[in-house]
């Protein structure tokens, strides 16, 4: 299978669309294991991943991805900007990615997609690691409600982003 292709087909057949925090101590095994697949698809099947170094994990009840610094994900050199500062667009890639597998982790069988995506910027970031870390804030069947902060290393805040996400039933 090339890298990027059939997601749906990675993931098998699942048919619970249960939200996460509905999950009782019986079904901590399914999550763990629902958990490792996302895991598993996000780096070896993502090419965003594999683009710019991002690793996704689970920690509590936040999903986070990490980004290592990296120059080329930078805004460009101009009077009144910060060199070495991350561009803003990577604070919503990494946000809009943390949120999609926050919602994914408490839906084995619904497809998120992102619906709405808004970014306050507080900071920048300057030559340093980011990441983001996502909780699921309101869950419907047919849709979630994301809280995303972006922090550097130090778990500064960076950026503060909403992402809503209409949750698609698996086809077949």
Known sequence: MSRGRNFLGFLGNFSSRTPLRLFCSSSLTQLQSWEAKLIDLFHSHAPIADLTGMRLRFDGEETVVELPYNN?????????????????????????????????????????????????????????????????????????????????????????????????????
Request: hydrophobic share 40%; with cysteine.
């Open 72 to 172: 080329k994900l930078d805004s460009s050199p101009r009077p009144g900007r910060l060199l070495g500062s991350t561009h803003g667009g990577v604070y919503c890639l990494l946000a809009d990615t943390a949120g999609w597998f926050a919602s994914a982790r408490g839906r084995e069988g619904g497809w998120p997609l992102t619906t709405t995506l808004s970014c306050h910027f507080v900071k920048s970031s300057k030559e340093k690691d980011i990441a983001a870390r996502a909780r699921v804030v309101q869950s419907s069947p047919r849709q979630d409600i994301c809280e995303v902060r972006i922090v550097d290393k130090e778990g500064l805040d960076l950026a503060y982003v909403t992402a809503v996400f209409a949750v698609a039933a698996r086809k077949g």
